[in-house]
């Protein structure tokens, strides 16, 4: 498409300009390639289980990272000191428990891959370890086992990739309605291992809320619990020893999740609001009705200039016209200042009926704090961008931008100082370390609950004139990361902790806390053959 005002934002933003690229390594040096170190022995047994693998040095590659920055940017101009050594393909429930026999008779490194997601450098592989690593690719697992009409669930292979979940289930009439940003790619499994949220969790919840059974392969056997019942008060839930254990005691092989009919009616809106703090506290009110739609975001004044930079090329003067009469209202009827307002866009699914009087009742609220309603197309778009911004990290890299993510939970309370103190933080931070041109720093809400929000931030920088520019979003990302904390946000929402927020734990859930973690691993994989690194 045509994003005729693209160009002139990334170089107002940035002070970037097109004439200046860098450009990534076409393909893949085989000769940087770390060699792959596997036992013949190994080898042998492998192959007798008729199970697929690979030594094929871009196969090893393509599972040695996830998505953060920093692997990104080693793919384009270097290469991991440390990588898988083998890749496995087993394809089911049967295949990871040989496989992972096999790993703890010869002693080696299992790290569990999914849909490859991960921004935590979670499947960054440990350089000091000496073992033969082994990734082990859950993709060919991908079937959906069974569904149960009457109790509304669905046994899945965790290997499923989260728009072939829905696809299938679609085909039967029903969806899980769990939505995170990387749904394209990102896995089931995934989701488990990581605590994972979705954009429409009001409505069908997180991952934790939507699981019923999980079957899993440790070291020490198979763990999983012996009914398929919605809830059990049998001592704290093994589940949530499961949970956002990151690949660090075994790897998930089948997940029975609930699932719900296809809701018949979905509508999109959007609200503008005068200022943040307006937008803040409708958020804060449609949380304490408990009336929040499948989906409500609130995006910051700097993120609605973004969204609004990758607006394509109108097809006609009409609706041009209407967008231009749009803007008049809002910004001189009004009185809004184009420079501060901010945006919600909003999501409703359900029944047509139920819908509309929902919109209503959002609304109305919106109205009371100063809202706007600007229409289901700016709804629509506002969703779409989710999808867009990690496509957009690359062509900026091509650009000397770089840019990044994070995400937080915070109470209510505290939002509005967060917010406002870690976009400080980034832009101090960024003029303390070098960087020339002002840095983008944004934000927007994207989960409400009753007693607090998730934040999500976006941050870039033009990193021209710099050195070593990772090591100096490293630091910024560091000290964003102290800032929140220091704000009484949390360490994670739902990205996880992977190797990159660890050294956070011990402060986040305390001593015994993490103590109690220790020993979960030390039984479960007392040779450490789950040795990725992740959390502890």
């Not at 992972?100 to 350089?127: D, M, Q, R, Y």
């Not at 870039?460 to 964003?480: C, K, L, M, T, W």
């Not at 904390?485 to 806390?513: C, P, Q, T, Y």
Request: with cysteine; aromatic share 10%.
């Amino acid at each position: 498409m045509v994003l005729p005002t693209f160009k002139e934002w990334i170089e107002k933003t940035f002070g970037a300009s097109l004439e200046h690229k860098t450009t990534s390594r076409a393909s893949l040096n085989v000769n940087d390639v770390p060699p792959s170190i596997v036992n013949e022995e190994f080898l042998q047994d492998l192959r007798a289980t008729k199970i697929s693998y690979s030594q094929d040095a871009e196969d090893r590659v393509f599972r040695a990272h996830g998505h953060c920055l920093h692997e990104i940017f080693v793919l384009r101009e270097g290469m991991f000191k440390r990588i898988p050594d083998i890749v496995v393909w087993p394809v089911c429930h049967e295949d990871v428990v040989k496989i992972v026999e096999l790993a703890c008779k010869h002693n080696l490194c299992i790290i569990p891959f999914g849909g490859g997601t991960s921004v935590s450098s979670a499947l960054e592989c440990p350089e000091d370890e000496k073992r033969t690593i082994v990734s082990l690719d859950t993709s060919q697992m991908n079937r959906i086992l069974w569904i149960d009409e009457k109790n509304l669930t669905a046994c899945v292979e965790a290997g499923i990739v989260g728009q072939d979940l829905e696809k299938q289930l679609a085909e039967s009439g029903f969806c899980t309605g769990h939505e995170p940003d990387s749904m394209e790619f990102s896995s089931l499994g995934g989701w488990v291992a990581t605590r994972a949220s979705g954009m429409k969790k009001n409505i069908y919840g997180n991952i934790e809320d939507l699981v019923v059974h999980i079957k899993m392969v440790t070291p020490r056997g198979i763990v999983e619990k012996n009914c398929q019942v919605p809830r059990m008060s049998t001592g704290p839930d093994i589940h949530h020893f499961i949970m956002g254990s990151e690949g660090t005691l075994g790897v998930v092989t089948e997940v029975t999740i609930k699932i719900r009919p296809i809701p018949e009616y979905q509508k999109y809106g959007s609200v503008v609001f005068p200022n943040f703090e307006r937008g803040v506290a409708c958020l804060r009110e449609v949380a304490k009705q408990r009336c929040a739609p499948a989906s409500i975001r609130l995006v910051d004044n700097a993120q609605f200039q973004f969204g609004h930079a990758l607006k394509p090329q109108v097809a006609s003067i009409f609706t041009s016209f209407l967008d231009g009469l749009k803007k008049f209202y809002i910004t001189k009827f009004k009185g809004f200042d184009p420079n501060i307002l901010c945006v919600a866009t909003l999501l409703f699914e359900g029944d047509r009926e139920k819908v509309l009087q929902h919109e209503k009742q959002v609304y109305d609220i919106a109205t009371k704090f100063g809202g706007l309603a600007a229409g289901e197309d700016n709804g629509q778009r506002g969703y779409m961008l989710t999808f867009v911004i990690a496509y957009l990290r690359d062509l900026g890299l091509d650009y000397y931008v770089i840019g990044e993510s994070f995400e937080t939970s915070v109470p209510w309370d505290r939002v509005l100082d967060l917010c406002r103190n870690v976009k400080e933080r980034i832009v101090r931070e960024c003029k303390e370390k070098g960087v020339q041109f002002a840095p983008l720093s944004t934000c927007r809400v994207t989960q409400t609950y009753d007693a607090g929000a998730c934040v999500y931030f976006y941050f870039a920088f033009n990193y021209r004139g710099i050195s070593d520019p990772i090591h100096v979003y490293e630091q910024i990302e560091r000290a964003a990361r102290e800032e929140i904390l220091a704000n009484g946000g949390s360490l994670s929402h739902h990205h996880g902790v992977g190797k990159l927020r660890k050294r956070w734990m011990k402060e986040s859930i305390s001593d015994v806390g993490l103590g109690m973690l220790r020993s979960v691993k030390e039984y479960v994989d007392p040779n450490n053959i789950f040795g990725n690194k992740n959390l502890l």
